[in-house]
């Protein structure tokens, strides 16, 4: 079956993390996933081609997911036909100390793409409002004004931040950037697998953190937390949409179908050949195809 991805995975309020599917097969084999994605794939390499010459709007892809939810390799195998000068990816880890000198969205600013490009964010500025609220302490770090206890944290502060998101989404679409989001949604059992993968098989040993493991130890606090800012978030210029992931390969295809039905909704079309061009274009075709080679 396939061709599957329509707005059925589109977040609209109320969400509940607990009712949304994390396996979808799409009734098809693994060869026919893989050969889905493939021409999915080039026909978004293909759009961000044109999109370049466009130039006209920008692309944000943010991803989010809990931890092995599959977020490298899915950017790995949906962006592989893309030209390497229209998408730049990053990852973002615990903030350095020069990020820190800066308000929280401050690295998310800098790293924003250029009309014409594609960035994909690998966890993004949502981190702020995720892992940022089961560790509260991590909050110290950004030495705000009148926090010096986790016990100072006001009760509205992550309200405050979900604002702050949507109004940070809400000026750059406004402005030409076209933001979609991706909550890569796996099940506590289909983590357990991949966690064990990673140890049992030599190759992957390096994957493996035993940060993991206390991680997973706050499961519950990530789906509460996460169902709260995805309800929060989630708006027409700039949806969420909760993937099944426990299939890597019916999340990358739905991720990338998803990806280029919202692009086909737009104006984005190679610029108009010069006028000039056009009326003389025989006489340049015969110009270079008479010169003598050398």
Known sequence: MINAADSS????????????????????????KKQALKQISKQLGKLQDKMYANNRYSVLIC???????????????????FNARGVNVYTFKQPTSRELKHDYLWRHYIALPEKGKFAVFNRSHYENVLVTRVHPEYLLNENLPGIDTVEDVPADLWQQRFEQLNNFEKHLA?????????????S?????????????????NWKFSPADLDER?????YQKYYEEA????????????????DDKKAARYLVAKT???????????????????????????RKLSTEEPG
């Open 188 to 204: 506590k059992e289909e983590q357990r697998q991949r966690l064990l993968r990673r140890l049992n098989k030599k190759s992957h």
């Open 230 to 245: 995805l309800n929060s978030t989630s708006k027409p210029h700039a949806p969420w949409y909760a993937i099944p992931a």
């Open 174 to 186: 406004e402005n030409g950037t076209i933001i979609l989001k991706f909550f890569l949604h796996i």
């Open 9 to 32: 995975f589109k977040i609209s309020v109320p969400f509940s993390i607990a009712g949304a599917i994390t396996h979808e097969s799409l009734g098809a084999t693994k060869e026919e």
């Open 259 to 285: 990806i280029y039905d919202e692009l086909l909704k737009y104006d984005i079309r190679e610029p108009e050949v010069d006028d000039e061009v056009m009326e003389n274009i025989n006489i340049y075709k």
């Open 63 to 81: 991803l989010q997911g809990m931890d092995t939810s599959g977020k490298d390799s899915l950017i790995r195998e949906v962006f592989k036909y």
């Open 217 to 221: 130890g706050f499961w519950e606090d």
